[in-house]
């Protein structure tokens, strides 16, 4: 993955693209590599939209791993104000600064200035764009959505004591949302969109294969069922792939499954089920809604997942 791919997102094919996903153990459909692809060929950001654990943020870190360049990752939340996305200044060091009284020049310069998320992907100096994960945009105010459009708009960034900073090379960005409220139309509208529905029990099986592939196929495939089966109920959190994942792994660091003298001949037992309720749920509400008709339903699941 060190090829001139890198270098020119023009010459970049679908083919390519998601031969990327593959070395990656990305499972992505068509929809999914062809709009990443025009949004690498067009230069423009891409908004993900989905439920949690559908897979969003992995796209971005894909993305970097697989065109080998950084990622750099702002996580958003409520009350995200401009100084902890953008800049601001070492207030500490510049008060050290006057007081030692051995500084004729300003104090604000670059020997003060600390990076954050935004600026750092602006003037990133590798020798390929990074990958700008803005991650779950929605949990910030309509406030700081103005200030990514003006960022968004030319790449660039003022700094009244030092002027425009401009990047080189627009990173590749990445906006991930969970639609917890609606976004600007002024946002859409810079991007692409994609929606990432959450993964059919055959998309999760092929992506716990390649993700877990020390897993046995036959128990990979009753974790998927199973899972499949919990989302159907009406759980406060319901597992994504992410927890379906850390499930399959907590199964192998257990050696697959555990004993259960009831049933030796059985995918996934009980006991299996029950001790590790913990990579799967994470609501001591959705614990407790796990009583004995439901864990019948998980069981026959582990076989058939119409179940």
Not at 279 to 301: G, Q
Request: with cysteine; hydrophobic share 40%.
């Amino acid at each position: 993955m060190t090829d001139d791919i890198h270098d020119d997102f023009e010459t970049l094919t679908r083919e390519r693209l998601q031969s990327i996903f593959d070395e990656t153990d990305y499972v992505a459909e068509d929809e999914i590599t062809t709009t990443v692809l025009l949004a690498l060929k067009l230069g423009r950001p891409l908004l993900v939209e989905g439920e949690p654990g559908a897979g969003k943020t992995e796209l971005a870190k894909v993305l970097a791993a697989g065109f080998d360049t950084d990622l750099v990752r702002l996580q958003c939340y409520e009350g995200l104000a401009a100084e902890s996305a953008l800049y601001e200044w070492n207030y500490t060091k510049q008060l050290l600064a006057v007081q030692s009284g051995g500084r004729e020049d300003s104090v604000f310069t670059e020997e003060f200035l600390l990076e954050r998320p935004l600026l750092r992907a602006l003037r990133h100096e590798g020798d390929r764009p990074p990958v700008l994960l803005i991650d779950e945009v929605d949990r910030a105010d309509e406030e700081f959505e103005a200030l990514l459009l003006e960022v968004l708009s030319d790449f660039q960034v003022s700094i009244p004591e030092l002027g425009t900073i401009t990047a080189d090379r627009p990173p590749i960005v990445v906006i991930t949302s969970n639609r917890t409220r609606a976004l600007s139309d002024a946002l859409k509208r810079r991007c692409l969109y994609l929606h990432v529905e959450p993964p059919s029990v055959e998309k999760e099986r092929a992506i716990v294969r390649r993700k877990v592939p020390e897993l046995d196929d036959a128990v990979a495939a009753a974790v998927c069922n199973v899972t499949g089966r919990l989302r159907k109920e009406p759980l406060l959190k319901p597992p994504g792939v992410a927890e379906t994942l850390d499930w399959a792994r907590a199964l192998t660091a257990l050696d697959g499954v555990a004993d259960d003298p009831a049933d030796t001949d059985a995918l996934l037992t009980e006991t299996d089920i029950r001790t590790t309720l913990g990579c799967l749920l994470k609501e001591v509400e959705d614990v407790e809604r796990i009583d004995d008709e439901t864990m019948s339903a998980l069981l026959a699941a582990t076989e058939d997942p119409s179940a």
